[in-house]
């Protein structure tokens, strides 16, 4: 962008329409209103007395302050709606994908005699679930999902798999995806697809997902549980 800042609204006009981003088309439709309508309030003001007192033209700034204002909020508005012209919007679904892939890498093996694995996304382990629960560490991959770094572990009992990644940083599912389940006061994700059952939620300011083909949604809850949580991924 260019260093000179707009001075008048057919400025602030011509900036709106030189931002090459990708906006949501309902606030993309306002801003375009907006320019629409400015050339009628430029009328407006001119039909007006020409004779003024030095009051009324003091009082005629703020107002045009206003409508400037009122452009530069709609650049911003439009600017920051679509991430500085980059997506990164992440569904519940898009989270869940390195889950339902296959390992890379070997199991990781337990951290000394604590309750979780030998393998953390920062300085948050993955848990340990054999000897509670019968599900062993099984495999890991490493992955990027919408710029973010994303660690998944595997975990088997019999024929049943679960995929359960942490990610770096907390770029959370869009509400479109599934609904908001409450249990044990902190707020899941939970989302059944072609019987796939999903949770997210996060702990320690990581974004953590699980999925699994043969594990029940209040399975997945209560292997969460064990693990840590803090709040809803939203």
């Not at 919007?89 to 989270?95: C, N, V, Y």
């Not at 973010?148 to 024929?159: D, E, K, N, W």
């Not at 049943?160 to 995806?177: E, H, N, W």
């Amino acid at each position: 962008m260019t260093d000179h800042r707009p001075r008048t609204e057919d400025e602030l006009v011509e900036l709106v329409r030189s931002i090459d981003v990708h906006a949501p088309p309902d606030l993309r439709a306002r801003v375009e209103q907006m320019i629409a309508e400015a050339p009628a309030r430029r009328r407006l003001r001119v039909r007006a007395p020409a004779a003024r007192s030095s009051a009324g033209r003091v009082r005629a700034r703020p107002f045009a302050a206003a409508l400037a204002t009122a452009a530069v909020v709609a650049v911003l508005a439009v600017v920051l709606a679509s991430g500085g012209g980059a997506r990164h919007t992440l569904s519940l679904t898009s989270a869940a994908k390195t889950t339902l892939l296959a390992a890379t890498t070997p199991a990781p093996t337990r951290s000394d005699h604590s309750p979780f694995l030998a393998v953390a996304v920062g300085g948050v382990q993955f848990p340990y679930l054999e000897d509670a629960f019968g599900w062993r560490s099984s495999g890991t991959r490493a992955d990027t999902v919408d710029g973010r770094a994303v660690t998944t572990v595997f975990y088997s009992r019999g024929a049943a798999r679960i995929g359960y990644a942490i990610y770096a940083g907390v770029p959370s599912p869009a509400s479109r995806d599934g609904t908001v389940l409450l249990q044990d006061r902190t707020r899941f994700r939970v989302l059944s697809q072609d019987g796939t059952s999903i949770i997210s939620w996060t702990r320690g300011g990581h974004l953590c997902v699980m999925s699994s083909h043969g594990a029940s949604m209040q399975e997945l809850i209560r292997l969460a549980g064990c693990s840590g949580r803090d709040t809803l991924a939203a």
